[in-house]
């Protein structure tokens, strides 16, 4: 118990020197119950304030390039002309002569008709024609110069009312010296008005013989067309188209659609029966819906490219031909025709395409690459470095393109439009280091190529060091 207590006391002792010691020396600092006056007296001398260090970052200069502008829409291809061919005249179908798919030109046939009855009818016309043509003395219809006082029946009656004629004159004179009686001359002149009133009568014979004979003309040019229209052809096409270049596109071409009969089946004029649907592929229509607030910008001639799914990584050309002059007022949007050559037949009537149309041309737009963009919080914004500093610009961004660079790779490359110091490089990496007035340090392209080789030296030995550990 004893040499417990001198244990104790023996330490104790040794804390108050240590105590005393610390205090002695200044290692300690005062109690707190000394006056604050002499810890005031011995202040701590401060630290200077330490600088922050300069970010290492990668730059490139904003570089101003020609962007077009463009407005976007989408629509429906049509077809140049769409058609639905119905027979003029009732019949039997004898003969199918194109089918779906199949390429055809203007007059060319499509189906034929069983003609039997109409060529009967062109004969009786022509028969009909013939008769009264006889009855006339000719073989022909004459042409518009003729006159009937030529005809044969018109001459007769004329010299008969010249023979009449000149017996009224005989008679007179007789009359005039009392030798004969005036009951004689009277029949003399009776015979005069009656071969003048012949005359007469022969000359309207005449005119409605001919009369008849043009009739009978039309009704066989009737039969022969009805005749013809037993054989149905692909009409013409009159409407003309313009390439993407503007100029004219060579002759135009159906495409069969649809077959919608069969041989043997009976059609009808009317109500008339639906026979082929006829398309034309040379040329496509596009037609699309724009909204109103480009309606000043959007005008005809202007070029357009399309995009179709059926051709991937494909643009096609086109060429706005029509606006339309109103405003749709539930949709808020107005129609515009695009006309787009399709020579190849790669596109199809009915696809859907989207389209952009070149309005404008900015020269000067300012380009960045697109790792230089930083969006935070809906925020794009892109550092600038002056003076050694990161200045934060915010940005609104636009076009976005693809360029090449000196190596031949492609390089995006996005539009942007804000309040760039002049002459100033945008930074490409190391953007998450930094905030307005950072301090940074550009890195060259040779220190570039040093860190690169670097951190492929290091993914080159971090496999072989996992492995030692593993071992």
């Known amino acids: 118990m004893t040499r417990r207590f001198t244990a104790l006391f023996l330490t104790a002792c040794l804390v108050a020197l240590g105590i005393a010691a610390t205090r002695h020396f200044g290692i300690l600092p005062p109690f707190a119950g000394r006056p604050a006056a002499d810890a005031a007296a011995h202040p701590a001398p401060k630290a200077p304030p330490r600088q922050p260090e300069a970010v290492p970052v990668t730059v490139a200069a904003a570089v101003p390039r020609p962007v077009d502008r463009r407005v976007r829409t989408v ?3 049509h077809g140049f002309e769409e058609i639905d061919i119905s027979p003029l005249v009732d019949g039997t179908i004898r003969r199918l002569v194109r089918d779906v798919g199949d390429v055809v030109r203007p007059g060319e046939p499509l189906l034929e008709i069983d003609d039997t009855d109409f060529t009967l009818a062109v004969q009786e016309a022509s028969r009909a024609l013939d008769l009264e043509l006889s009855r006339l003395g000719l073989t022909a219809l004459p042409d518009g110069s003729f006159d009937p006082a030529t005809l044969p029946a018109v001459e007769r009656a004329r010299l008969v009312e010249r023979n009449a004629a000149e017996t009224l004159e005989r008679y007179r004179g007789l009359v005039a010296r009392n030798v004969t009686t005036k009951d004689e001359f009277e029949k003399a002149e009776l015979a005069f008005d009656t071969a003048k009133l012949d005359t007469k009568q022969r000359l309207l014979e005449a005119e409605q013989t001919l009369a008849a004979v043009r009739h009978r003309q039309a009704i066989l040019d009737t039969a022969r067309k009805r005749l013809s229209d037993t054989r149905i052809v692909a009409p013409e096409i009159t409407a003309r188209a313009a390439d993407g ?3 004219a596109v060579p002759p ?4 069969v659609a649809e077959r919608f009969v069969s041989e043997g089946e009976i059609v009808r004029a009317a109500p008339p029966t639906r026979l082929f649907r006829l398309i034309v592929e040379d040329v496509l ?11 000043s910008q959007v005008k005809p001639g202007q070029a357009v490219e399309l995009a179709v799914e059926s051709l991937p990584g494909r643009k096609v050309a086109g060429r706005v031909v029509r606006v339309n002059p109103t405003i749709d007022t539930a949709s808020r949007t107005f129609e515009i025709e ?3 050559p399709n020579g190849e037949r790669l596109l199809k009537s009915g696809a859907f395409a989207t389209a952009s149309v070149l309005v404008g ?4 737009a300012v380009t960045v690459p697109e790792e230089a963009l930083v969006r935070f919080a809906g925020v794009t914004k892109v550092f600038a470095v002056v003076t050694d500093q990161a200045v934060a610009v915010p940005v609104t961004v636009g076009v976005r393109m693809d360029v090449p660079g000196p190596d031949g790779r492609r390089r995006s490359w996005i539009e942007v439009a804000g309040d760039f110091p002049s002459g100033a490089p945008v930074v490409t990496s190391g953007q998450s280091q930094l905030a307005a007035g950072t301090p940074v340090r550009i890195r060259a392209p040779a220190q570039l190529q040093e860190d690169a080789a670097d951190l492929r030296a290091a993914r080159h ?3 072989a060091a996992e492995t030692g550990t593993a071992r």
């Open 245 to 247: 270049a503007g100029g």
């Open 338 to 340: 695009v006309q787009v």
């Open 285 to 295: 229509k596009l037609k699309a819906a724009v909204p109103e607030r480009h309606a």
């Open 361 to 364: 041309v900015d020269a000067d």
């Open 75 to 77: 629509g429906t291809l």
């Open 252 to 255: 135009l071409s159906y495409t």
């Open 461 to 463: 030995d971090a496999p």
